[in-house]
């Protein structure tokens, strides 16, 4: 049955076996060129998807587009293949694409990019498709984006519409962005309600989730020169290790040596030592990216393995983009290696 993890995952198993081994990366780096890379795309699981996009497009933009509709299709695939609770659970996942896609294409036309632009660094691997995300890409404001959404039946909205006004009079995407994100958080913990092992798994990442955007938020708003009944309002419930106390602390260099004492023993008491905010956040986001790839050696019996398996999926077109982009724009071989994920 599509409900029982032992199917689902023998499934996964199976389509997890045509991951591109971590050497794989170092021979694709040596290539001599993107049309050489391109060549060998076919050969690593691509090859419909890149012929697919050569009806439209050539060079680095087709490639970008057959990775895109290759990781659409694999989560189209994982769905098709569940239904029941492992459905909802991998879902919860799933939407998070839709966030950041949401986000992206926001921003995008908040600063006024071109469509083009904004659409190469979406990923339609969540409820919202290539065709989905290229409708909202053609609204011209927030207002029709929100509406859109509405027609179709997306959670996301509510959470829009509800600050679009206040966007509109002040330019300011932050609230906006907040209200994305505690909607999907909340809606996250909701749907993962129960006590089976995958419920409670979900549960916990959702709260770790809450956890390292409540600390990310904090140091960044230190350095904002804001009030700080201000800065107390980007805290979201939910989470474990930082609760509203712990928020506070970090909020204020003074009262950094509280918050260590707060955090010891945490995953976050080894980041108040770094002062360099984004070097913090690419850590962070690195470190957690690694601790949900590692769950694909989790329960074999639970909804582990499929989180695992999704996010070796992500990383494996995160570095495929980057050895075509680099490729595309001549950056040097050893350069793109140390940006690549592998774990």
């Known amino acids: 049955m599509p409900s029982d993890y032992g199917y689902i995952n023998a499934r996964v198993k199976g389509i997890h076996s045509r991951l591109i ?24 699981g691509y090859g419909k998807e890149y012929q697919e996009a050569l ?18 299709s694999t989560t189209r695939k994982i769905l098709k293949m569940t239904e029941g609770k ?13 966030l950041y896609n949401l986000k992206t294409i926001v921003r995008g ?10 659409l190469a660094q979406l990923l ?35 959470p829009l519409t ?55 938020t904090a140091l960044k708003l230190r350095e904002e020169d804001l009030e700080f009944t201000q800065k107390v309002q980007y805290f979201l419930s939910g989470g474990r290790e930082i609760p509203y106390a712990v928020f506070i602390s970090l909020l204020d260099v003074r009262t950094l040596t509280k918050a260590r004492y707060q955090l010891q023993g945490t995953f976050f008491s ?29 329960d074999p019996l639970s909804v582990d393995v499929v989180i695992g398996f999704l996010y070796q999926k992500y990383n494996e077109i995160i570095n495929l983009r980057l ?6 724009f001549n950056i040097p071989a050893e350069k793109i290696q140390e940006e690549l994920r592998l774990f």
């Open 323 to 328: 050895i075509a982009r680099g490729k595309a």
């Open 270 to 298: 080894q980041f108040l030592k770094r002062s360099s905010t984004s070097e913090l956040d690419e850590k962070i986001s690195l470190l957690f990216n690694h601790f949900l790839c590692q769950l694909y050696r989790g």
């Open 124 to 158: 339609p691997a969540g409820e919202l498709g290539e065709l989905f995300l290229s409708e909202l890409l053609r609204q011209p404001n927030l207002n029709a984006i929100a509406d859109t959404l509405a027609s179709w039946g997306h959670p996301f909205a509510l």
């Open 162 to 216: 509800q600050q679009v006004e206040n966007y509109e009079k002040s330019k300011d995407l932050s609230r906006l962005e907040f209200n994305l994100d505690h909607y999907y958080f909340q809606w996250g913990v909701e749907k993962s309600r129960g006590w089976s092992y995958s419920e409670r798994e979900v549960r916990k990442l959702i709260q770790k989730e809450i956890d390292i955007l409540n600390f990310k």
């Open 86 to 98: 492992p459905k909802t659970l991998i879902s919860i996942f799933l939407k998070q694409w839709d």
């Open 21 to 44: 081994p971590e050497n794989r990366y170092l021979e694709l780096l040596a290539l001599p060129s993107l049309s050489s890379f391109a060549e060998a795309l076919s050969g690593l």
């Open 55 to 72: 009806s439209r497009h050539t060079g680095l933009k087709a490639i970008e587009e057959a990775l895109a509709r290759n990781l659409q």
């Open 109 to 118: 036309k908040h600063k006024q990019r071109p469509e083009e632009e904004i």
